[in-house]
């Protein structure tokens, strides 16, 4: 499973970008599809996570995104979206999607990662 991350720039704070994750190759493989960040200096974590696997999409988000992230799936298009609304500047990160066999996500869980894509929030 090969996976690419797009959608990242430059966002003053408040604005709002739309990154999308396009998910290539065996893509029976997996079950789940996260996106993580890793800001500089610090360890990546996990921001959001989507089962692709079960008709109804079982979704989790980490505690500083809630109600202003929000991921969703085309599973026709094999691409799970992360949109992301009133951006704060401790948002600044590299935005990487990566997918599981698991039903869930986790740091040290995920099977397939993409590349990382920028997300850089200043004024």
């Known amino acids: 499973v090969q996976l690419q991350a797009s959608g990242g720039g430059l966002v003053q704070p408040g604005g709002s970008l739309r990154l999308s994750c396009v998910a290539s190759?065996?893509?029976?493989?997996?079950?789940?599809i996260g996106w993580f960040r890793q800001a500089p200096g610090k360890e990546r974590e996990r921001v959001s996570c989507?089962?692709?696997?079960?008709?109804?999409?079982?979704?989790s988000y980490a505690d500083s995104v809630k109600g202003r992230f929000t991921i969703s799936r085309d599973n026709a298009k094999n691409t799970v979206y992360l949109q992301m609304n009133s951006l704060k500047p401790e948002d600044t990160a590299v935005y990487f999607c990566?997918?599981?066999?698991?039903?869930?996500?986790?740091?040290?869980?995920?099977?397939?990662w993409g590349k990382g894509t920028l997300v850089t929030v200043s004024s």
């Open positions: 989507i089962s692709i696997s079960s008709s109804d999409a079982r979704i």
């Open positions: 990566a997918a599981t066999t698991r039903s869930y996500c986790t740091l040290s869980g995920m099977d397939y």
């Open positions: 190759g065996f893509t029976l493989d997996y079950n789940a």
